[in-house]
């Protein structure tokens, strides 16, 4: 005997199949857009509870701020600056109640990057995001172009080099690159403008693996450490 087929039972697995389609079309659309929101976590592993400021690196003005506990607390000791926008930042924290401050060194966040940062048990802040080689970024707030080049110290050899152009052709408040995966050394920064002899050098420096150092030519036309 041929079995009956409810048709009710059809029209409901039917309204199942379009929901379930529904959803999978949904949640796909908005994995998407959370691919391109950026975002800067730190936590606190010292006993003091912190001010914590997101600030840009033109102006040094305040994007975002929460405050995080001691190391103590166990619930509120991290804390996220969530859809940051593309663009040159640094961290600043400050300790409840003191004057005592830290402050990360720039740097750029990229469109649907994550960084970290921790603030360990004397008070420094420190950026996870770092791998074991080290970075260099230069900055150029002078009106003219500049070759940058990264050298060693002990030999005066040139290890990379990049061009930075007048940030005030494009309207910017600075033009930006940096020298990723730098072995461990003594180096330093020499920044002249194409076509002429004269140069400037910064300080020589010990770049440890995982460190990130930031430099800026001013409008004098000096590289310096930040």
Same mark, same amino acid.
């Given at each position: 005997?041929?079995?009956?087929?409810?048709?009710?039972?059809?029209?409901?697995?039917?309204?199942?199949?379009?929901?379930?389609?529904?959803?999978?079309?949904?949640?796909?659309?908005?994995?998407?857009?959370?691919?391109?929101?950026?975002?800067?976590?730190?936590?606190?592993?010292?006993?003091?509870?912190?001010?914590?400021?997101?600030?840009?690196?033109?102006?040094?003005?305040?994007?975002?701020?929460?405050?995080?506990?001691?190391?103590?607390?166990?619930?509120?000791?991290?804390?996220?600056?969530?859809?940051?926008?593309?663009?040159?930042?640094?961290?600043?924290?400050?300790?409840? +109640? !003191? #004057? /005592?401050?830290?402050? %990360?060194?720039? @740097? &750029?966040?990229?469109?649907? *990057? $994550?960084?970290?940062?921790?603030? =360990?048990?004397?008070?420094?802040?420190?950026?996870?995001?770092?791998?074991?080689?080290?970075?260099?970024?230069?900055?150029?707030?002078?009106?003219?172009?500049?070759?940058?080049?990264?050298?060693?110290?002990?030999?005066?050899?040139?290890?990379?080099?990049?061009?930075?152009?007048?940030?005030?052709?494009?309207?910017?408040?600075?033009?930006?690159?940096?020298?990723?995966?730098?072995?461990?050394?003594?180096?330093?920064?020499?920044?002249?403008?194409? +076509? !002429? #002899? /004269?140069?400037?050098? %910064?300080?020589? @420096? &010990?770049?440890?693996?995982? *460190? $990130?150092?930031?430099?800026?030519? =001013?409008?004098?036309?000096?590289?310096?450490?930040?």
């Amino acid at each position: 005997m041929k079995e009956m087929i409810n048709p009710d039972s059809k029209i409901l697995k039917f309204t199942a199949f379009v929901l379930i389609l529904l959803l999978l079309i949904m949640t796909g659309g908005c994995s998407s857009d959370d691919d391109d929101e950026s975002s800067i976590s730190v936590c606190n592993f010292d006993n003091e509870d912190y001010r914590v400021e997101l600030r840009r690196s033109s102006d040094h003005s305040i994007v975002s701020a929460f405050d995080i506990d001691s190391v103590l607390d166990v619930f509120d000791t991290c804390d996220t600056f969530e859809d940051v926008e593309e663009g040159r930042y640094y961290i600043y924290i400050k300790e409840h +109640g !003191s #004057d /005592e401050s830290d402050r %990360s060194v720039s @740097f &750029y966040l990229e469109e649907g *990057e $994550y960084r970290s940062f921790t603030i =360990d048990s004397t008070g420094t802040l420190g950026d996870d995001s770092i791998g074991d080689e080290g970075v260099v970024s230069v900055c150029n707030y002078d009106n003219h172009d500049y070759i940058v080049e990264l050298r060693r110290d002990s030999d005066n050899s040139v290890v990379d080099s990049f061009d930075l152009d007048d940030p005030n052709f494009y309207e910017v408040s600075g033009d930006c690159d940096e020298f990723d995966d730098v072995d461990q050394g003594n180096y330093y920064i020499a920044v002249y403008e194409p +076509g !002429s #002899d /004269e140069e400037s050098r %910064s300080e020589p @420096f &010990y770049l440890n693996g995982g *460190e $990130y150092e930031y430099f800026i030519i =001013d409008d004098d036309g000096d590289v310096e450490k930040d």
